[in-house]
RNA sequence: GCCGCGUUGGUCAAGCGGUUAAGACGCCUCCCUUUCACGGAGGAAUGACGGGUUCGAUUCCCGUACGCGGUACCA
């Protein structure tokens, strides 16, 4: 066993919003460089000019700030291996291509995509289901292998556009251990000759993960299940440059699938089930599509990471609600699950619901300001954490406490007068008229003095106090929803718990 | 098609050769509360299929099925 510092990274590619998936490809990475006091990096795989979004990488930094989950190294800061961004290290992966291609071990290709496109073409009328560009291939195109070396050279000094591509040794097993799902092999037959680097001087992905890797001295590798088929490609790079006592153990996370059916989950899912998809919004510069996030959904971050540490691992024991710091702790890469996990929306509010509960008051109430605020309400501070904490055991997200607590801030605009009027008796109608004038005299407005003289009158009346409380409390909310009645009363404070029950006295009688 | 990976209730899942096959979400019933929620007590519901190996397979091996992923000068 070696005793390198553990090094892992996060590698996304800056193509749009932050999914789920990738989050939680973040946590598992975060969560294992905490646990072996290692270092946990962020590097930007820009590789593909074609794909670049504007604000995506300002998108990814935001998120991993907002799910507390900050990179030790990367664009946003910088570190000893920078720079993090690939298209700034451009210069650096030619000499590898060319290492490779000098000790025989990949060759320049001079086909063009119309070429390519043709062999395929051929291919496929031969009954080849997907042409690959492999061993057998490789021999009848215009590459350093099959074209003389002068011609190369004359072809290469002319600055013909060409690639580098990975020479597929032919008859060898590729294996390797995956931390999740242990020995894992591929006949080298079926991989093709993989572009190393593109015509446009760009490495691809598979040769810039493992030079990057390799001068990042990354430890261990986390990725999707979506690249274990590209593996053994990277596995052979390794080897190649002759760094293969220095590669990173593997483990190829499972997918996070949709609810219903099967497949990997998508943000299309997400609109058309109704639940967000990505970390935060994201706001598509060219098409102006707007996906919707966890955050702006009401989500608390530490529900949100909670609950992705779930989808796929687990600590063996029952317990379920986890602070980072004890996700931390626990956390070990041998305990995630082999399969992917459908997205349960129910069970993710069911967490969110967990941490509202939990959290205090105030807090909650800075979260929520922002929908009083937009409705041009601004109560006191204190106020809206009261409320805050009288109704967040009913919440799902942030934005309910408005949905369970509005009455506390403006006055209902209509009743459930169907609960109310059927019963209604000028009996009734009498005792909330003298309840007012008994209140309007209590020395102390609080919730057990008005109990208790709301229930000392009913009985003087001779009418159950049960009977009178739904009323009542329709009065206040104009429904059948909220904290004990009382509690509302008290909240509100006098004035306008009279005034309450004047308006809807007149309305019921 | 080919290659790879996977498969325990509706969902997340524990288990690592002998268990009444945990727990959670959701669902249902009841209690609490003359609202809703929280809380509490119950309930229904699970090892894809077929072969082995073994005294004994959910657990190990092999097939089959199904699902997913990959099969680009995308990551």
């Not at 990179?71 to 920078?82: F, I, M, Q, S, T």
């Not at 006592?245 to 989950?265: E, F, R, S, V, Y």
């Not at 931390?328 to 967490?351: L, T």
């Not at 008994?438 to 020395?443: G, M, R």
Request: proline share 6%; glycine share 8%; charged share 25%.
């Amino acid at each position: 066993m070696s005793q390198k510092k553990v090094r892992v990274r996060f590698a996304p590619s800056p193509t749009g919003g932050l999914h789920l998936g990738g989050v939680r490809t973040v946590l598992f990475n975060y969560l294992f460089a905490r646990h072996h006091g290692g270092e946990f990096v962020l590097r930007i795989e820009d590789t593909d000019q074609t794909r670049f979004v504007e604000g995506a990488e300002e998108y990814i930094l935001e998120c991993l700030r907002w799910c507390g989950l900050e990179a030790d190294e990367g664009p946003h800061k910088g570190g000893p291996y920078a720079p993090y961004r690939q298209s700034e290290r451009k210069a650096l992966y030619r000499q590898y291509g060319e290492q490779l291609v000098n000790a025989g071990f990949a060759y320049y290709a001079f086909d063009t995509p119309e070429e390519l496109e043709a062999m395929r073409e051929v291919e496929k009328a031969r009954g080849n289901h997907s042409p690959q560009y492999n061993h057998a291939v490789r021999k009848i195109m215009r590459n350093s292998l099959t074209l003389e070396a002068a011609e190369v050279k004359t072809l290469l000094d002319k600055g013909t556009p060409h690639v580098i591509r990975i020479k597929m040794p032919e008859n060898e097993e590729v294996s390797f251990t995956d931390m999740i799902r242990g020995e894992v092999s591929f006949q080298t037959n079926t991989v093709d000759d993989k572009v190393l680097l593109k015509a446009d001087g760009m490495p691809t992905y598979h040769l810039a993960v493992v030079v990057d890797d390799y001068l990042m001295k990354i430890t261990h590798a986390f990725r999707g299940e979506e690249w274990l088929p590209s593996a053994p490609v990277h596995i052979l790079l390794w080897k190649y440059l002759g760094w293969e006592t220095d590669m990173p153990q593997w483990a190829h996370l499972p997918l996070i699938l949709k609810p219903d059916g099967n497949g990997k989950l998508s943000k299309r899912d997400g609109d058309r089930l109704g639940f967000p998809v990505y970390a935060m919004n994201w706001l598509d510069p060219k098409t102006n599509e707007l996906t919707k996030g966890f955050r702006e959904n009401g989500f608390l971050p530490e529900a949100f990471v909670n609950m992705l540490a779930m989808l796929g691992w687990n600590p063996g024991s029952e317990q379920e609600i986890f602070s980072i710091e004890e996700l931390v702790q626990a956390f070990s890469i041998e305990r995630v699950h082999k399969g992917g996990a459908k997205f349960d929306y129910d069970k993710a509010k069911w967490f969110n619901h967990q941490y509202i509960v939990k959290k205090d008051d105030a807090t909650l109430a800075k979260l929520f300001q922002p929908v009083l605020t937009e409705k041009g309400l601004a109560p006191e501070e204190t106020y809206v954490a009261k409320v805050t904490g009288l109704v967040k055991e009913r919440c799902h997200f942030i934005n309910e406490i408005w949905d369970h607590g509005f009455f506390f801030f403006v006055r209902p605009d209509k009743y459930d007068v169907d609960a109310v009027k059927p019963k209604w008796t000028p009996e009734k109608q009498a005792f909330f008229e003298s309840w007012i004038t008994v209140i309007e005299a209590l020395p102390d407005f609080t919730f057990v003095s008005l109990e208790e003289s709301f229930k000392q009158l009913a009985t003087e009346k001779g009418i159950k106090p049960g009977e009178l409380q739904l009323p009542f409390r329709i009065m206040l909310c104009g429904g059948k929803f909220g904290p004990p009645v009382f509690v509302i009363a008290e909240t509100l404070g006098k004035e306008e718990t009279i005034e309450r029950i004047k308006l809807a006295l007149a309305i019921f009688a």
